[in-house]
């Protein structure tokens, strides 16, 4: 370890560490309406960016941890040595990949020269998030600055060129909620924006004035209880019918009291009781909430190479019930919400998001059912994809989480998503079965899928070479028109894992 840390901060974590949020830099080219950031980026008594030296041996630490998964924000992070041509950021992309980290991203507001994408050590980045926060610029711009929807648009779309994996951040504001003139909802429009743009995910965040202190200077922009829950009701029908083509991550944000006392250890996420995450800020603060962004509370500081836990009244833990399964602490401590709770604002059912994942956090939605098969269908013809959903969707233990059109990105969503079980077709232009199996065994070992391939038959040679690769993970060649095949594949393997869960 490079930071000698008090035994309360290791006690703290444990093994549970999974991803670090590193806040480069207190300073950003936009000053938008609901920024949590205003205070830290208005005001420093000193260090304005975290010393690269700190960085390196912040994530190291992390990493050494536990930690997985790295997200690079700010303020604006793409302003990170940028008097330096931003080498200090490119080198801790580097270097950060060097350790180990699965999946290190970056949380930009997509403003800066494009010529950063370019960058060798950029494109290491396993995705780009930009945030826009809304469907066209007369939405976006009077939130986020005039001339940034434009700005942003143009960099997701040469990162798109470039093959970079992207993702959209959008906060729901009252516009968002609002339908245009064929009465669809923004937000709608939204996702719909984000599929035509060939974006690979859309994430969601609430603006909610819920008694925390964000509140005071996050804007006048935020919506109700009541206009939410018919607008997530909508959306979320939409997300589990699978109607859109990209994983949509949507904030439930609020629940009813009965349905968190059924379900109290899903509804009762919350980071700063399962200590997946850290939250490290160029003043020395570390969090685990980013509710309390631009307050005095935290659990530690980082200086002179010590990790020194906060045991003073500042402590951000001192009123959660750690071992408790409650409604989210610090939005409930007013209670002013009648007959529905607060859920943590990282609370997305069903999300496709890697840590959601890792927890296996949808098991506590019932703890006495098998989990749901997490299925990818791969084939080339939309068509065909379609009609095999189709026949696959009654099924209610079965949860199709992509269907991708071609090889490559069929590997690329085994590798994000890590399912249970693919059916793909073997024969596709860009990437065939053999290829998709020796390169998803080579980054997921003993965790790659289950195999299923669409193909009339194969050659001998091809059959082992296949099992040679995956072994008993090759399952079976089927026709894409074989309903009752592909049902008995998924009704037999739903059968076997509640075998071995007895």
Same mark, same amino acid.
């Given at each position: ?25 207190? +300073? ?20 304005? *960016? ?26 604006? &992070? ?9 080498? &200090? ?25 494009? *010529? ?9 980045? +396993? ?13 976006? +711009? ?118 968190? /006392? ?64 409650? &409604? ?13 709770? &607060? ?120 059959? /082992? ?16 028109? +074989? ?20």
């Amino acid at each position: 370890m490079n930071f000698q840390m008090d035994q309360k901060f290791k006690d703290y974590f444990k093994t549970n560490l999974r991803q670090v949020f590193l806040y480069l830099i207190d +300073d950003c080219n936009l000053r938008c309406t609901q920024c949590l950031y205003k205070l830290e980026i208005g005001f420093q008594v000193c260090k304005k *960016e975290i010393d690269f030296e700190d960085a390196v041996k912040l994530i190291s630490d992390f990493r050494e941890m536990g930690a997985i998964k790295l997200t690079l924000m700010g303020g604006e &992070p793409t302003l990170y040595g940028i008097k330096e041509n931003n080498r &200090p950021l490119l080198d801790l992309i580097r270097i950060s990949k060097e350790l180990g980290y699965e999946y290190v991203r970056i949380d930009t507001n997509g403003q800066f020269n494009s *010529e950063l994408l370019e960058k060798p050590e950029f494109k290491m980045l +396993d995705e780009i998030t930009f945030s826009i926060d809304g469907p066209t610029k007369e939405i976006n +711009d009077p939130i986020r600055g005039y001339g940034s929807f434009e700005k942003c648009v143009k960099n997701i779309k040469r990162a798109k060129e470039l093959g970079y994996n992207i993702d959209i951040t959008s906060c729901i504001s009252k516009e968002m909620i609002k339908r245009d003139e064929n009465g669809n909802l923004y937000l709608d429009r939204m996702i719909k924006f984000a599929e035509e743009m060939g974006i690979d995910k859309i994430n969601f965040h609430n603006l909610f004035k819920t008694g925390v202190p964000r509140d005071y200077f996050s804007g006048n922009i935020d919506i109700t209880i009541k206009e939410w829950f018919n607008v997530w009701e909508e959306i979320q029908e939409k997300v589990e019918n699978n109607e859109y083509s990209i994983p949509v991550r949507i904030p439930q944000s609020f629940t009813t009291k009965e349905e968190f /006392e059924k379900y109290p250890k899903y509804y009762g996420y919350c980071s700063c009781k399962n200590g997946s995450r850290i939250l490290a800020h160029p003043n020395g603060m570390i969090r685990v909430c980013s509710l309390m962004i631009g307050t005095p509370y935290g659990i530690a500081r980082y200086y002179d190479n010590k990790i020194v836990w906060d045991d003073s009244p500042t402590n951000e833990l001192l009123a959660h019930k750690m071992n408790e399964d409650t &409604p989210c602490t610090n939005q409930f401590k007013n209670n002013k919400y009648g007959k529905y709770v &607060p859920t943590c604002v990282s609370f997305k059912p069903k999300q496709n998001e890697m840590i959601w994942k890792e927890l296996q956090w949808e098991n506590n939605r019932n703890e006495n059912t098998t989990s749901k098969i997490r299925t990818i269908i791969a084939y080339d013809d939309e068509e065909i994809t379609n009609n095999i959903i189709n026949f696959i969707k009654p099924l209610e233990y079965v949860e199709i989480v992509a269907k991708p059109l071609n090889g490559i990105d069929t590997y690329n969503k085994i590798v994000e998503l890590k399912p249970e079980m693919v059916f793909a077709k073997f024969n596709m232009s860009d990437m065939n079965g053999i290829e998709i199996m020796r390169e998803s065994k080579q980054k997921l070992s003993d965790e790659i899928p289950i195999f299923n391939i669409f193909a009339e038959n194969l050659a001998e040679n091809e059959m /082992e070479t296949a099992y040679n690769i995956v072994g008993k993970k090759l399952n079976a060649l089927v026709d894409e028109d +074989d309903q009752e095949r592909i049902v008995d594949i998924l009704e037999r393997y739903k059968e076997y894992k509640e075998h071995q869960n007895k």
